[in-house]
């Protein structure tokens, strides 16, 4: 993808190599770091379109680094990574990483994901937000009445209802943890059980109707909102 840079932090060499030859022949700009120091020098002196960071670096490790990102920045994402128990899976989200794969891994698969994912974030037609509309395929939402509307149907959604619709809509492709929901839409001073954020989907999903696929769950981590037609 022409004009578009990624920056790699990877401490291994070989891999940071293998990944950063990879992105080059599909016509990426790579930037490459062998630590997280160096990797975020690289992130604050240049305009960077995403991340593919590795967790266990040197110096500054790949949870630090994400967290640094995250308190200036949007840009998108990826962990690759050797850890693949659930709670570092969970802990990358809880980040608010984009998406995080583990090692091994084929590079083809994680180039495969970046465009996915730059692809949705650059894609027009799928998030649409003007003079308070949120709109997406059939799912209308108007901002300012709070009113949500379903193949032009207006349906009665409660405010928490609202909110997790709203989030899923300016988040597509991200896939969410339960904890990242309850902190994102419940709020991080209420308490609640994780488990309350699977009623609610169902909710939604019977809402949706036919499109009810578009939130698709993601086993062991939470949920992600897709635009898929079946």
């Given amino acids: 993808m022409t004009g578009i840079t990624v920056l790699i932090i990877e401490d291994e060499p070989t891999i940071n190599r293998i990944v950063s030859n990879y992105f080059m022949k599909e016509n990426f700009k790579v930037l490459s770091a062998l630590d997280g ?3 975020l020098q690289l992130f604050s ?12 670096m040197p110096n500054v490790n790949g949870w630090d680094v994400a967290k640094t990102i995250r308190e ?30 583990t090692k091994p891994f084929n590079p083809k698969i994680l180039i495969a994901k970046v465009r996915n994912l730059l692809e949705r974030l650059n894609d027009p037609t799928q998030h649409i937000k003007t003079s308070g509309i949120l709109e ?7 901002l300012d009445t709070h009113r949500a509307y ?6 009665g959604l409660s405010k928490t209802e609202f909110d997790l619709l709203k989030y899923f809509l300016e988040h597509q492709g991200k896939i969410c943890s339960r904890n990242l929901l309850l902190d994102e839409v419940w709020g991080i001073d ?22 009810a696929h578009f939130i698709k769950t993601v086993f062991g981590v939470g949920y992600r909102f897709e635009v898929i037609n079946e």
Avoid: W
């Avoid at 200036?72 to 998406?99: C, F, H, Q, R, T």
């Fill in 45 to 56: 002196n240049n305009k960077v379109d995403l991340v593919c960071l590795d967790i266990m």
């Fill in 150 to 155: 379903i193949f032009d149907e207006e349906v």
């Fill in 136 to 142: 997406v395929t059939s799912i209308k939402m108007d």
């Fill in 190 to 211: 209420v308490y609640v059980e994780d488990r309350i954020v699977d009623t609610y989907i169902k909710k939604l999903r019977k809402y949706l109707g036919p499109n």
């Fill in 37 to 39: 120091f160096k990797g």
């Fill in 72 to 101: 200036s920045s949007n840009v998108p994402i990826i962990m690759m990574s050797a850890l693949s128990e659930e709670e570092d899976i969970l802990k990358g989200y809880s980040l608010k990483v984009d998406d995080y794969i």
